[in-house]
């Protein structure tokens, strides 16, 4: 193992808790005591009788694109088809582990118009109960099991699936085995959203099931919600991984949590729901926040469309619970011009800054931390990037999040060279590295936040470059006035070149100008950038990766620095 791999690794592991290190260890050197724990016999299985059926809305498009022809079930999962024929395609070689997590998930028993597809739901579940014998194979990791127990109940707590009959007792087995090889995988050594899903996934299955053991599955469940949703969800509501697609899920969770509260009639549910409504009220409004004019997610950290619910799905939901939807994020600054008033909105605990010009014209600005210390897997090194829409349209963008794994592809798009950011000789701000994993981190600081009554001005920087050898600070200054923003860069500290990068949204257009860059919209309407310190500006053809398994050309204005500072004016 080379120098670097070992630092990198000491930087990575340094971070962890010595319950992660602790729990890591015990399932890897006591794996037959695991296997007993999730093998071990069960007590009597009942259904629990609950006050109402689940009539949650689902925010899903089906997955299954095929039907039964001979057997056989075609999928669609991150923009890749495939067809389940037989018991090995469920563990198939040459699909990716994602895709078969997907898989195992059984999704599509909870996804749009679920009730035209019952009977193929039906066998469906029995064909997985038959051809995945207990702890063999992707679907009993603890995630996979999380995922399927939450739909599993749900489908069964609708009751469409049933026909007016009895849930079948080998169904009611499995839901059982499932749940207890579930309490014996809790992911205390990766913690964070996977852990969430775990406690959700067991409150779920201890709300359904009746039983010694449903009352032990549930206990261990909402004393791992009691746990993590304090820490999870930050005092301005943003979830601390600081991803918007994760956090989108995890408000979905905490609805459905707040409706199977209502089912099940359980006091250990409803006693909880108050707590529950206000974190999810107070991520809404963070959400909101972090969204384009267009509804959909900002690309910060891990990011992708169609992964999580929207903005608007979510707010459905929480109206149909009846949860108060708060204005928005504190807007400490308000400044107006000319009729219009540009709206600041700075979520100071997960720090993220919004400007908001009106009229579809918006900026968001990273300035967060990558995620908490000892679980930052689904950070990029995106440190003081930006992205910004206008007239609704998005213009600049990041480069989006279109695989997992451990592969090129993954690595550049979770580096510095893939964000709205500047790259210091061609390092990232923050070590991303094998796939999930970050080193030394980008740590920024909020220098300055003022306003007056021309303009808003926002200055920070970050720690991440102090690692090279020149030990420098990038630091970003943002100048947002009527209808421009000014974005001025400093690199200090000996080095041999800066480069910032600028991606354009596909749909925008980009010609030169004399030494000016004209970006004209759909709608025609035209934004200019011009570039004050550049030693060069090169337009070069890249791609956007707005979902997995989706790669669209667009273009990236790189432009080199040597002179320790540059400033790029946009103007619309």
């Not at 890591?24 to 093998?39: D, P, S, T």
């Not at 979830?239 to 994760?246: A, G, I, L, Q, V």
């Not at 791609?543 to 103007?571: D, E, Q």
Request: aromatic letters at 10%; one cysteine or more; glycine letters at 8%.
């Amino acid at each position: 193992m080379s120098l670097s791999r070992h630092s990198r690794l000491f930087h990575t592991v340094r971070h962890l808790k010595p319950g992660q290190i602790a729990w890591r260890l015990y399932y890897r050197l006591l794996r037959q005591h695991v296997y007993r724990k999730a093998m071990a016999a069960l007590g009597r299985v009942e259904r629990r009788q609950w006050a109402n059926s689940w009539s949650a809305p689902s925010w899903m498009p089906s997955t299954l694109v095929g039907g039964m022809s001979a057997g056989e079930y075609e999928f669609e999962f991150l923009g890749e088809r495939g067809v389940l024929a037989n018991k090995d395609d469920w563990n198939h070689t040459e699909r990716s582990k994602l895709w078969l997590y997907n898989l195992h998930y059984l999704d599509d028993l909870c996804a749009w118009a679920a009730e035209d597809r019952v009977v193929q739901h039906r066998v469906l579940f029995t064909r997985w109960i038959e051809e995945n014998p207990p702890l063999a194979g992707n679907g009993w990791e603890p995630y996979t099991l999380s995922l399927r127990l939450v739909n599993l109940v749900k489908w069964l707590g609708h009751g469409l699936c049933l026909n007016s009959q009895p849930i079948p007792n080998h169904w009611l087995q499995s839901l059982a085995r499932q749940a207890q090889a579930l309490s014996a995988q809790r992911e205390f050594h990766i913690l964070a959203n996977h852990l969430f899903a775990n406690g959700k996934a067991l409150t779920f299955a201890g709300a359904f099931l009746d039983g010694q053991d449903a009352e032990r599955w549930l206990s261990q469940g909402l004393v791992i919600l009691d746990a993590e949703i304090p820490e999870q969800f930050l005092g301005d509501g943003g979830h601390f991984e600081r991803s918007p697609m994760y956090h989108a899920t995890l408000l979905w969770d905490l609805a459905d949590l707040i409706h199977l509260a209502e089912c099940s009639g359980l006091n250990a549910l409803r006693e909880r729901t108050p707590t529950w409504r206000q974190v999810l009220a107070k991520g809404l409004a963070w959400l909101e926040m972090m969204s384009h004019p267009d509804g959909d997610i900002s690309f910060f950290n891990d990011a992708a469309f169609g992964i999580a619910p929207t903005l608007a799905g979510l707010q459905d939901y929480a109206e149909l619970l009846s949860v108060r939807l708060p204005k928005g994020v504190d807007r400490p600054l308000v400044v107006k011009h000319s009729g219009s008033v540009l709206h600041v909105e700075h979520a100071v605990s997960s720090g993220y800054i919004a400007l908001n010009w009106g009229d579809g014209d918006k900026a968001i600005l990273d300035l967060a931390p990558v995620g908490p210390d000892y679980q930052p897997g689904h950070a990029h090194a995106d440190t003081l990037s930006m992205e910004l829409s206008l007239s609704g349209q998005r213009v600049l963008v990041n480069s989006g999040t279109s695989c997992y794994g451990n592969d090129n592809q993954r690595q550049w798009q979770r580096s510095t060279a893939a964000h709205n950011t500047v790259t210091v000789d061609g390092a990232d701000s923050s070590e991303v590295w094998a796939g999930f994993r970050v080193a030394r981190r980008a740590y920024p600081k909020l220098d300055r936040h003022e306003a007056d009554d021309r303009q808003i001005l926002i200055e920070a920087h970050h720690s991440g470059f102090e690692r090279l050898q020149g030990r420098n600070c990038h630091a970003r200054t943002w100048k947002a006035k009527e209808r421009s923003l000014e974005v001025h860069d400093a690199v200090t500290g000996r080095h041999g070149h800066a480069v910032a990068r600028w991606y354009f949204h596909p749909e925008v257009e980009c010609q030169w100008q004399e030494d000016a860059l004209v970006i004209r919209l759909p709608t025609g309407q035209t934004v200019g950038m011009r570039i004050d310190g550049a030693e060069q500006q090169r337009l070069e053809a890249s791609t956007w990766h707005p979902a997995f398994g989706s790669k669209r050309s667009n273009y990236c204005l790189a432009v080199t620095f040597t002179g320790g500072s540059l400033t790029t004016m946009i103007t619309w």
